[in-house]
């Protein structure tokens, strides 16, 4: 990367003051560009889901890994939770999805409170192992919650094979007019869903697969208590990579959570953070780390900046802990202050591996959350810091109350905040498709056919907020 001056400027910047400038490119399609990761992660396009309680669970981590993304599990889910996560994700199929069901003598009650678990709203009806209906929410509106789902389910069903090929799927999907089917196996008997969507992203994506095809799922370590009793029990529950977490990561407790690591030989790669600064990526690299997480106070539910005064704004400290992670031979990931898919190609362009996003996935049918509506009738679900007050309370459970009652008085971070999902983007994967499809262009815009040389090509200009507001799409006349 290089600045369009020809050198930064006296100040840090975030991703809100910089753009990137177009460079002549010999790469003629955003589909030739190649958005796999060498850092050891497996993703095959530069997206990790934030280790957020609200944020990463099983239903997330396996939709996002089909994709070629990653999901980190929550440091403060128990490890017994986080094994049966691991194996539930990797049971999962690289193609179809995991469908709801109920039986036909279930009610649409039932079915009300399974629908926003996914984002393709709809639920198989199975009886004996066997689909025999489908039913959404729109085949669930003014009708009695009692209502048994056999009287309101359509029962006109195409089903697909199991591995079926994707682009053969979307044909007879399309031609028969439905948006999406029940996939079974050849005794009948469902095994998952496959929508139009899903068909035709699987032949645009590559899922982040382990060395058995099965796909990957990560999950953090905190840097309290007995790290290489919690670690072994996490590497031993199958996860494909460990992130030792903690908001300041410059900090001695963090170099003996990777001693403590490295004491059990992972095997695994072992990302650590959250440092700003080349000395703290220095450090964190001596002490074992292979990727290093940065950004302190960029993310929507963190108040520390607003607390403490302490941070840097983000893409000059990717810009800088890249540069020195790249001399040691390691890499970086970009933690926070994402909103949108620009953010995530000037992050790369600034030299990351991957970017890792939280709250923006939070207002999503995959986050773990239930949904709820406002007064006007929009879907939202709750967020909140993992260092905020409602997180540390989940996280003390087994302290004395003398002590939980301590930690509650020092917060940095939101413990309520409604996240709205968008209802022309309400899945993950809507939100995947813009982020890939923007990424894709910035690469074609620099020259680039492939990440490394997005971050070495990128040219970057500084821009005022007047700038920034000129770049806006304009919805209505003004």
């Known amino acids: ?5 020809g050198q930064a400027p006296d100040f840090d910047l975030t991703y809100d003051d910089v753009f990137m400038v177009p460079n002549r490119s010999a790469v003629g399609s955003r589909m030739d560009v190649d958005l796999t990761t060498v850092d050891g992660s497996g993703t095959t396009i530069p997206v990790v889901v934030a280790n957020m309680t609200a944020v990463a669970g099983r239903r997330m981590a396996e939709t996002v890994a089909r994709r070629g993304g990653l999901a980190v599990i929550p440091q403060d889910i128990p490890a017994e939770v986080v094994a049966d996560v691991v194996d539930w994700v990797k049971s ?3 193609v179809h999805d995991t469908a709801l069901t109920l039986g036909p003598a279930d009610t649409v009650g039932d079915a009300l ?3 926003p678990k996914r984002a393709h709203g709809a639920l198989v009806v ?3 192992g066997r689909p025999v209906g489908v039913v959404t929410e729109a085949d669930c509106s003014r009708v009695d919650r009692f209502t048994q789902l056999h009287r309101v389910m359509s029962p006109d ?3 697909l094979p199991a591995g079926i090929d994707p682009r053969l799927a979307f044909d007879r999907l399309h031609e028969g007019r439905h948006r999406l089917a029940p996939v079974v196996d050849g005794k009948g008997r469902l095994v998952g869903l496959l929508t139009r969507n899903g068909a035709l992203r699987a032949t645009l994506y590559l899922p982040n697969v382990d060395s058995a095809r099965r796909l990957r799922v990560a999950a953090a370590v905190g840097v309290n208590g007995d790290v290489a009793t919690k670690t072994r029990a996490l590497l031993d529950a199958g996860v494909d990579l460990l992130v030792v977490d903690t908001a300041h990561g410059h900090q001695e407790k963090m170099l003996a959570a990777l001693a403590a690591v490295a ?3 992972p095997g ?3 990302a650590a953070g959250n440092v700003v600064s080349a000395e703290g990526v220095r450090d964190l690299v001596e002490a074992g780390a292979d990727i290093i997480k940065v950004g302190v106070g960029p993310g929507a539910m963190c108040t520390t ?3 403490t005064g302490v941070g840097r704004p983000q893409f000059s400290a990717v810009a800088e802990c890249a540069q020195a992670a790249s001399r040691l031979g390691r890499h970086v990931w970009a933690d926070g202050g994402v909103r949108h898919p620009r953010d995530v190609a000037l992050a790369l362009a600034a030299g990351a591996s991957n970017v890792m996003i939280g709250s923006w996935f939070a207002g999503t049918h995959e986050s773990p959350g239930d949904a709820h509506r406002d007064a006007d009738g929009r879907v939202y679900k709750e967020s909140f810091g993992m260092a905020s007050a409602r997180a540390v309370a989940s996280r003390t459970t087994e302290d004395s109350a003398f002590e939980r009652a301590r930690k509650s008085l020092f917060e940095e971070g939101i413990s309520s905040s409604r996240m709205y999902l968008d209802p022309a983007r309400p899945g993950v994967e809507d939100l995947l498709d813009s982020i890939v499809a923007g990424v894709r262009s910035a690469c074609t815009y620099a020259g680039a056919a492939t990440l490394p040389e997005l971050a070495e090509r990128a040219t970057i200009g500084v821009q005022s907020a007047a700038g920034y507001a000129e770049g806006r799409p304009v919805h209505s006349s003004w």
Not at 1 to 5: A, E, Y
Request: hydrophobic share 60%; glycine share 4%; proline share 4%.
């Open 157 to 159: 069903l195409l089903t």
């Open 113 to 115: 409170a399974l629908l």
């Open 268 to 270: 695994v790669p072992v």
């Open 92 to 94: 999962r199929d690289l």
């Open 1 to 5: 990367m290089r600045f369009l001056t």
């Open 305 to 307: 900046r607003m607390m």
């Open 126 to 128: 199975v009886d004996e």
């Open 263 to 265: 004491s059990v030989g």
